[in-house]
């Protein structure tokens, strides 16, 4: 079966840092983009962040850039986000998403909740 | 504020068609392909139309999807009371390098 699954979220405080991962399977991972996809409650999606496969290319919204690093593992079939500096308006749900056409999302995880609050 | 704009709300009856439209500009829509999801309730997104009116595997053919100019669109004929969701519209945007979702439209069938 093909699919994607997040873990790492958690409650942290103003400024701290967090580490989510994706674990994928069923498919091929190191041929793929991979995304990043957030979801405040209540709120709409907003795209986070993206790989691709050699890991030369990565690209960050900018209200993310300089504070987040993407990664992955292809020999694991994993990949990261390292999550520095975090804010309040850093709290949602964080997706996992495989790449389709390179920037649409074909598969998605259930997403991990990361709640930033002192 | 999303640079693709999207009403926040759509409602019809079971059998109608409902429409829902997603506006932006040459740096995203009108220069890239449009995608669609469909977000069901306490779930994560699926995606439903790809290259601005391709169905995923799997969609049934009352979902369509079109695009001219610098908007697009989601049309949803036969409507279903499980066709109750958040749709989401989604591009590349050029200017930000980056995706951009539209802000969602929540279809209510009444």
């Known amino acids: 079966e093909v699919q994607v699954v997040e873990s790492g979220g958690g409650l942290v405080q103003p400024g701290g840092s967090l580490r989510l991962c994706c674990a994928a399977?069923?498919?091929?991972?190191?041929?793929?983009?991979m995304h990043w996809v957030r979801q405040a409650p209540g709120k709409g999606l907003v795209w986070v962040s993206r790989?691709?496969?050699?890991?030369?290319?990565?690209t960050y919204a900018g209200s993310v850039k300089g504070r987040f690093t993407i990664s992955r593992d292809n020999a694991k079939n994993t990949m990261c986000l390292q999550m520095n500096s975090l804010r309040a308006e850093d709290s949602a749900l964080y997706y996992c998403?495989?790449?389709?056409?390179?920037?649409?999302?074909?598969?998605w995880g259930q997403g991990t909740m990361v709640t930033v609050s002192s | 504020q999303s640079v693709v704009t999207q009403p926040p709300s759509a409602s019809g009856t079971p059998g109608q068609r409902v429409t829902i439209s997603c506006s932006g500009s040459?740096?995203?829509?009108?220069?890239?392909?449009v995608y669609w999801y469909q977000q069901l309730p306490g779930t994560a997104p699926k995606l439903l139309i790809y290259?601005?009116?391709q169905r995923a595997s799997g969609v049934p053919d009352r979902f369509s999807g079109s695009k001219s100019g610098t908007s697009a669109s989601l049309a949803i004929s036969g409507l279903r009371f499980e066709d109750e969701a958040d749709y989401y519209c989604?591009?590349?945007?050029?200017?930000?390098?980056?995706?951009?979702f539209g802000g969602g439209t929540k279809l209510t069938v009444l």
């Open positions: 998403a495989r790449g389709f056409d390179t920037n649409a999302f074909d598969i």
């Open positions: 290259r601005n009116n």
């Open positions: 790989i691709n496969g050699d890991e030369t290319t990565t």
């Open positions: 040459s740096s995203n829509i009108g220069n890239n392909y």
């Open positions: 399977s069923g498919f091929t991972f190191s041929t793929y983009w």
């Open positions: 989604e591009v590349w945007d050029v200017s930000l390098d980056g995706v951009v």
